[in-house]
């Protein structure tokens, strides 16, 4: 009797041990929030440096008397990664340009899918399979008069016990027809990573 309820008592806490254990749950986050996961560029650093060098654009008089009359066309070019690390800066483009469009003071020529309307335009037009008259024309886009482009650089610091990562991020639009750079922009980041004694 005793080993019976031996063998019952050891398959009981052998449910319950196995009842606990560790499973995944997945949850829906605040995409705003802050995000210190680790010290490499993330979420909240993409946010900071787009958001800042738009309202930085935004805000310059030079755009201010740009803008005033009409929405000038730019063409954004994709950001330069000066880093060590692989960082999507496709992401920083796209909700730089994003940004812009939305204020409603520019036009963009995206120069990314150029070859894709190429493409769609000689099908219209050489087909054969497309209306001649509902077809659109070859030689009617218009050109980019300014250019939106940067860099993101950095420095990265370390010893035993601390970690230290500085990010700099440069914007510049340029006036394609006369060479001349009319406005520019930083902003900065820097995170640090340090070990911490805890005493019991």
């Known amino acids: 009797m005793k080993k019976l309820i031996m063998i019952t008592s050891v398959a009981l806490t052998l449910t319950l041990i196995g009842g606990c ?3 995944s749950v997945v949850r829906y986050g605040d995409a705003t929030a802050v995000e210190t996961t680790d010290i490499s560029f993330g979420s909240t650093d993409l946010q900071k440096v787009a958001g800042q060098m738009t309202d ?10 740009l803008t005033a009359n009409s929405r000038p066309i730019i063409f954004v070019e994709s950001i330069k990664n000066k880093t060590s690390e692989h960082i999507d800066t496709e992401s920083i483009t796209d909700s730089i340009a994003t940004k812009l469009l939305r204020s409603g003071k520019f036009r963009f020529v995206d120069m990314d899918r150029v070859a894709a309307a190429r493409k769609q335009l000689e099908f219209q037009q050489n087909s054969g399979m497309v209306d001649t008259n509902k077809a659109m024309q070859l030689g009617k886009q218009v050109g980019a008069q300014y250019m939106l482009y940067g860099n993101l650089a950095s420095i990265v610091k370390s010893n035993k016990d601390k970690s230290d990562v500085y990010y700099k991020f440069t914007l510049r639009l340029m006036d394609l027809e006369s060479g001349l750079v009319e406005w520019a922009d930083e902003t900065e980041i820097r995170k640090t990573k340090e070990k911490e004694f805890v005493s019991w």
């Open 56 to 65: 930085s654009l935004l805000l310059s008089p030079v755009v201010g008397t």
């Open 21 to 23: 254990t560790n499973k």
